[in-house]
T-cell receptor, first 116, second 112 residues
Framework: KAGVTQTPRYLIKTRGQQVTLSCSPI?????VSWYQQTPGQGLQFLFE???????NKGNFPGRFSGRQFSNSRSEMNVSTLELGDSALYLC???????????????FGDGTRLSIL | DQQVKQNSPSLSVQEGRISILNCDYT??????FLWYKKYPAEGPTFLIS?????DKNEDGRFTVFLNKSAKHLSLHIVPSQPGDSAVYFC???????????FGAGTILRVKS
């Protein structure tokens, strides 16, 4: 069974530009979450999408946005890039079937974004 | 505020012995706890989880213990193997979604 796939693996941008990252979840998973990992702040939750709707949101500015498509694939967009946006961006998926029982999230290998 | 804390930045253990990684949390609304292992240049790999209705969950060499009154959980790895050397993250979530709150991680080194 294929895992979570994130593209691209590496990206270099300059300040002020915008970027779009892509995530394909495990087949059958409908929940996709995004996280940012930096040396200073650790792993921080950005947002979660389920059935094309944002279900949860972290404490990030509006420059960070996302969307989910009908096939559960997700994209996140960062506009007006700042130096501090340099980070590893991780995507995770879970079945998210709506059951009250929790299910573990499974992560992709991330996109390393560097801002010059 | 740090809702999930891993107070030991690193831990060194001899191969074959037990590794014990600790995690504390402050938010009493958390009801699901997970441990992940992470190698450099890879995403976190799910290891084991526990619901707040339990106090112990086992999977092979990995056991997680939850003490709700102390708001403390631990991961036991027995026996430890050199391939277990990695960064271990504790994570927690509350009801109603998949928002994981992570600890800062503990670097485990298993010496052969």
């Amino acid at each position: 069974k294929a895992g979570v796939t994130q593209t691209p693996r590496y990206l270099i941008k300059t300040r002020g530009q915008q970027v779009t990252l892509s995530c394909s979840p495990i087949s059958g998973h409908r929940s996709v979450s995004w996280y940012q990992q930096t040396p200073g702040q650790g792993l921080q939750f950005l947002f979660e999408y389920f059935s094309e709707t944002q279900r949860n949101k972290g404490n990030f500015p509006g420059r960070f946005s996302g969307r989910q498509f009908s096939n559960s694939r997700s994209e996140m967009n960062v506009s007006t890039l700042e130096l501090g946006d340099s980070a590893l961006y991780l995507c995770a998926s879970s079945p998210g079937t709506g059951s009250k029982a929790h299910q573990p999230q499974h992560f992709g290998d991330g996109t390393r974004l560097s801002i010059l | 505020d740090q809702q999930v804390k891993q107070n030991s930045p690193s831990l060194s253990v001899q191969e074959g012995r037990i590794s014990i990684l600790n995690c504390d949390y402050t938010n009493s609304m958390f009801d699901y706890f997970l441990w992940y292992k992470k190698y450099p240049a890879e995403g976190p790999t799910f290891l084991i989880s526990i619901s707040s209705i339990k106090d112990k969950n086992e999977d092979g060499r990995f056991t997680v213990f939850l003490n709700k009154s102390a708001k403390h959980l631990s991961l036991h790895i027995v026996p430890s193997q050199p391939g277990d050397s990695a960064v271990y993250f504790c994570a927690a979530s509350g009801p109603g979604g998949n928002k994981l709150v992570f600890g800062a991680g503990t670097i485990l080194r298993v010496k052969s």
